[in-house]
């Protein structure tokens, strides 16, 4: 139901200095009022939450541009978004913890993750929410919008600021197709990008690449445009990018171009800031915690990485923001969501030094620094979980968060442990399979690639991992030890040593996707003046080691892996129709099964048969079940989750066993 407006305003009496107000303007039960554990029943709350800063608060010195946005009669900068809450009905069942799940491009995604919901559906629905995992622990459930380049569609937690009016700049990004079209957007994915602000200027450029590793060759202007078509009709489009003959499936452009009026980018952390220690210190807000986690995945939890590294853990009293983050599948990423011309969406110039908690100097920059150096300075460390897949590892530098610049092993500091899921995609393929040659998977980010996508599931570790986090974090017991490939196990590698037996029946990727130094030209954080930006010397990047299948050998083996019926890859190149054979397909990872039987093995294929490894469905099972029981043991999985593994294993034999499972592409 909705609530008047006298209940939304009784929040503006009482609501912090930074925490103007806070509109509510639904509040329903959740799922017809369905009790979670030990009675507990929760309510869905949307709204509106108002925010008013005070640029000469030197604690807000971080947020680029702020000084230079607009202000209200008492020298204050507003700014509101979108707010969303799922809480106990009764503060009497409240645990005391509240998660701030970092919506991802607008969306929530803890439900996704840790409950086995699915974001893409209707919020607040069943599939949405999933099972009991974190209600039934009496957990409140709080997101934001802070993302301002979002289209206005239902569904996404938006945040609306000021702009810089008069300021110019230059934005830039790139993009691949895999199929030849005509233009495209300068937005990446569905955000709206900065407009163009003259379409005759000569500096505006696009460049083309065939492989990450090669620099971009400059396109003349003459064969392209700021235009789309529109009902047949070529029109001049500040917001598109236009070629006539198509642009290239597989190739990597690069455009550039001037702009004006930039966001508030650095709105969105302040406000993360604000809301919860609005929801710890303020006795009269909607949420009250005493233990507040942080939880962001990929584009969300680089956003972690960047609020923690630039000093937003603490508030503008001084006081520590989070407790623990929960930081996964962000690799070595951390930049997008503070600087002038901002575009948070893209990963583009998002890997930057540094990238290891511990401080470092990169002796070919000069720069000096680590991820908790300033929330050590003031005492606001919170606890940290790093998780990954092995995509971070091939494609977003993960292996720089726990290596020297020069790719050997560090120190991870006491407050931080770091976990890899072995053999594993950036987000799990939601079907046993995905066809190579489909381009309908529901993993909306997927593309084609030369193997089925990868389902290897790490879900239910990353649930156990959670339960280790709380109880670290509320009560001091000691999590897992971090479980990650290093270097003096002979279990991170370079390309060139990765050991590729077990998958001579397929192409490999020649190369991980390259992190170079980048040279912004700043002068000011935050404040770029080379756009884009000069390459300098690539980063040293390793990758987990693998076994005689191909599968990787450290880190959380799930039961799958550790009982394998295929190999599991985080990589996937792209498939030959798509263009760019040889070059990785973003976010997404492989699965090679194992033949049935020796005489129907490939050609060059040795990996042993299913077969020959198991002596039937019930001896495969049984196999499923210990190791299940091991990492139940290692508090790496909960015995809760064993039967819907023990379910999903045998649907997977059950589905590679009758013959069903997509073929590879062949072998370029």
Known sequence: MALCGAFALLFATLASAEVARVDITKREDLLNGRSYGAAVAYEWLEGRAHFALDPANPRNDIIVDLKLAPRNAKGLVEFSADIGIVRPKSAASASGVVILDVVNRGRPTVFEFLNRGLRSTAPASETFIGDDFLLKQGVTIVWLGWQQDLPALRGLARLDGPVVQGVEGRVYGEFTVDERVTDMSLGDRTSIPYAVASMSDTDNTLAISPSRS?????????????????????????????????????????????????????????????????????????????????????????????????????????????????????????????????????????????????????????????ILSRATRAGVVPKIFYTS????????????????????????????????????????????????????????????????????????????????????????????????????????????????????????????????????????????????????????????????????????????????????????????????????????????????????????????????????RAGYLSRIAEEAAVLAGQRLLLKEDVPRILEEAGAMWDILMAGQAASPKPKP
């Open 214 to 370: 090669v620099a971009p060759r400059p396109i003349p202007q003459h064969n392209w445009a700021y235009a789309s078509m529109q009902n047949g009709v070529l029109m001049p489009d500040p917001l598109r990018l236009h070629v006539e003959a198509g642009f290239v499936p597989g190739a990597i452009y690069q455009f550039a171009y001037g702009t004006q009026n930039p966001r508030i980018a650095g709105l969105g952390l302040a406000g993360v800031r604000d809301l919860m220690s609005w929801i710890r210190h303020d006795p009269a807000a909607l949420v009250n915690g005493k233990t507040l986690y942080g939880f962001g995945i990929s584009q969300s939890g680089r956003f972690l990485r960047q609020f923690v590294h630039e000093g937003f853990n603490e508030d503008t009293a001084g006081r520590r923001v989070f407790d623990g983050l929960m930081v996964h599948i962000a690799g070595g990423a951390r930049r997008g969501f503070n600087e002038r011309f901002a575009q948070p969406s893209r990963t583009t110039g998002s890997r930057v030094f540094p990238f290891t908690d511990i401080d470092q100097t990169d002796k070919e920059t000069g720069e000096t620094g680590g």
């Open 389 to 616: 897949s092995s995509w971070e590892y091939w494609g977003s530098g993960a292996s720089t968060i726990h290596t020297t610049l020069a790719g050997e092993d560090v120190v991870v500091p006491d407050s931080s442990r770091i976990y890899h899921f072995a053999s594993t995609q950036h987000e799990p393929a939601r079907a046993p399979f995905v066809s190579a040659a489909s381009t309908a998977s529901t993993n909306t980010l997927a593309r084609r690639g030369q193997l089925p996508h990868n389902p290897l599931d790490y879900r239910p570790g990353l649930r156990a991992l959670y339960v280790a986090f709380d109880q670290w974090v509320r009560n001091g017991t000691p999590p897992p030890p971090s479980r990650y490939p290093r270097v003096d196990e002979r279990a991170l590698a370079q390309r060139t040593a990765l050991r590729v037996a077990g998958l001579r029946s397929i192409a490999v990727p020649e190369a991980i996707q390259p992190v170079f130094r980048l040279d912004n030209g700043e002068k000011v954080p935050g404040i770029p003046t080379i756009v884009p930006p000069r390459v300098g010397k690539p980063y040293a990047l390793l990758v987990p080691q693998v076994d005689e299948d191909g599968n990787e050998l450290a880190g959380i083996r799930m039961p799958a892996l550790a009982a394998p019926l295929a190999t599991y890859t985080g990589w996937n190149l792209r498939a030959p129709e798509t263009g760019a054979p040889r070059e990785l397909v973003q976010l997404v990872g492989g699965m090679l099964p194992f033949a049935r039987t020796r005489d129907e093995r490939r050609p060059g294929d040795a990996r042993a048969a299913i077969v020959d490894r198991y002596p039937s």
